[in-house]
């Protein structure tokens, strides 16, 4: 890309390291970047930079937060003895878009995979366990209908099981193969209403 | 968002508000950010910030470029009496990859639109007639071939048509409306050699 100065060929080289970034939508998001007003840049810039710095994981459920507990747990209106078992944070995000799920989170940050060699100690299941320790009443597995989400699923609910808890599995309404994060909100919904014991 | 800390929620969208970056890509974009090293993140933010400060359009072809001439301007294999006008910084690429064209540029940021009331001042033509008064030899018009290229291209030829120097059109190997950035290698190097005396 010598035919663009080496600040914007280095500015559309690591725009295009993002993911489904292309190099066309990286230029283009590098023209974009130079002609919009310079505190507008500084504001997009500092928000990276800032958010990395703060990001940690919510002392109660894993998720992503800049708090210690992040808005969902901290918030005493929901109900914490219903704990839903996500893979990742944007799952969480898009149950919260139903606007109708009432209990609280448990994020994973992953899934056992044999085949990638990820196994249950490699995910944040310790952390489930003990929180089951408190008042729970249902443990709702919504992690992604894959196959590495199924083995998850069927781990954690040998695991539970014992305790007493109820464990339930969200209804196949999702796609096999499906990532929850792209699922419309009506299929998930539908998923959590026919949500089966396990 | 409000199931996101604020310092996620605002980072997801100032990220949608880039072009091509709907709500779902921007979460996608943010989380990744968010999982990047830090010293990665810097650096990108960095990137955006310094390009934006430094930029500015380069003395001789008003390319954007963050030194006082481009690299191709400071080129002197490239045949300076050669002079291919484009509307954009973009347009210019899109041809430096064909890797064929050996002469220079002129950008004009953008084009002659009645519709939009931008008239030849509100383009960069005097800087290109300035440049004439030099050593120039042919002038290739590769506008986009829309209505507001072709307008372009049609004002640009009456204007300096009187003046002697060969004004020439690229062929019309780039289909009609197209946008010359989104045009494969091969058909910007037909429309190169099948150019017309306008």
């Known amino acids: ?3 663009y100065s080496s600040q914007i060929s280095r500015l559309i080289e690591q725009l295009s390291a993002l993911p489904g970034i292309g190099s066309k939508s990286a230029q283009r998001l590098a023209f974009h970047i130079l002609h919009m007003p310079e505190e507008d840049v500084k504001k997009l810039a ?5 958010a990395k710095k703060n990001i940690h994981y919510c002392k ?12 969902i747990c901290r918030n005493m209106q929901r109900d914490h003895r ?6 990742d944070t944007r799952d969480l995000a898009a149950y919260e878009k139903t606007g ?3 209990g609280v989170y448990h994020v994973l940050h992953g899934a056992i ?6 196994g249950p100690n490699d995910i944040r299941l310790k952390e489930l366990i003990h929180r089951l320790e408190g008042d729970v009443e249902e443990v709702i597995i919504a992690t992604n209908s894959s196959l ?6 069927m781990y954690i609910s040998k695991l539970i099981k014992p305790t ?25 919904l539908r998923a959590l209403e026919g949500r089966v014991e396990l």
């Not at 500092?46 to 800032?50: G, I, L, Q, Y």
């Not at 995979?113 to 990820?118: N, Q, V």
């Not at 464990?167 to 419309?184: H, K």
């Open 148 to 153: 590495e989400g199924e083995t998850t699923a």
């Open 100 to 102: 109708k799920y009432e």
């Open 46 to 50: 500092e928000s990276m930079t800032e």
């Open 1 to 3: 890309m010598d035919y």
């Open 113 to 118: 995979s044999p085949m990638l060699g990820i």
């Open 60 to 71: 109660e459920c894993l998720t992503l937060t800049d708090e210690e507990l992040c808005p």
């Open 164 to 188: 007493g808890i109820r464990v339930t599995r969200i209804a196949s309404g999702v796609p096999v193969g499906g990532d929850l994060e792209y699922i419309d909100e009506v299929t998930l």
């Open 82 to 87: 219903t704990i839903m078992v996500v893979e």
